[in-house]
């Protein structure tokens, strides 16, 4: 077991060797515990405490969340049945900061469709990765090997994104649907898992238009060149569809400013088929084409 401390300022070091002392008492278990100071950041933190691990597989987890009791056992199975599988997630039950279940699972609450869980169950990941991430870090399990494709982690990447995106590029990746966590929602959440509203998503297509897109493309840029280094392991097909998210990107980040300029590339784009491709369809569509301009 690794424990990174990101440079906290409460007593959870404290409480983690408090129990620690307690568990080491009563089993062999290994524990190393991992102090930043200063902090390293969510991702650079979570690169350390994976390159600290030594087991075959590695179990991500989150400081707030809580384990199912048969959570690794079920995962664990499915590596041992399945030689091929380089990451594994599942959903997850939604709780309250007090624990209290919220009646809604993750998958749930992000809208993860149908026909994206069957890709992954069909060897296709690498299609559902490049519309969305739909792989929360707090549900994975992976291969250590996946390590050497996956490290360093870049900092424009969130961890669990990345090495899903990376596993499923020279792997398999795939997916178990029951909720084998409680994902704690609270308002210091790093990453969260909320529900969208209607008013929300017509707020985020009225917004003014950001640098986000131009972020994303600089994210394609950066996965296409690390998968570019990896020669066979990675499939023509998938390069070929890393480039097409990244012309996607690009597209969309050098829209024109004024509304009424966008009309016409933008559905000449979505005529190519790119917007269900490469992102959310007409959700996609509809905040390029209202977004206001920025500076």
Partial sequence: MVISDDAS??????IAESAIAKLQSQSAVQVQILRNNPSLKVVKNFEQAVSACTGDLIALCDQDDAWHPDRL??????????????LLHSNARLIDAQGKDLSESLFEAIEVQ????????SGRAIDTLLRRNVVTGA?????????????????????DEWLAMVAASVGRVDVLEAPLIDYRQHAANQVGARRETLLGKMQKALSTRDHTLAARAVRVEILLARLLQFGD??????????????????FRASLPQRRAARWL??????V????????????????????????
């Fill in 233 to 250: 392991a990675v499939s023509p097909d998938t390069i070929a569809k890393v480039r097409k998210k990244l012309a996607h990107q690009r």
């Fill in 73 to 86: 056992e079920r995962m664990v199975a499915e590596f041992e049945r399945r030689p091929d599988l380089l």
């Fill in 272 to 295: 190519t088929g790119r917007y269900n491709q490469f992102g959310r369809g007409l959700h996609c569509v509809a905040r390029d084409l209202l977004e206001s301009g920025g500076g």
């Fill in 139 to 159: 549900t994975t399990v992976f291969r250590r090997s996946l390590l050497q494709y996956a490290l360093p982690f870049p900092r424009e990447w969130l961890h």
């Fill in 9 to 14: 300022n409460d007593t959870c070091v404290e």
């Fill in 114 to 121: 149908p026909f994206e869980l069957a890709w992954i169950h």
């Fill in 265 to 270: 590339p933008v559905l000449g784009e979505l």
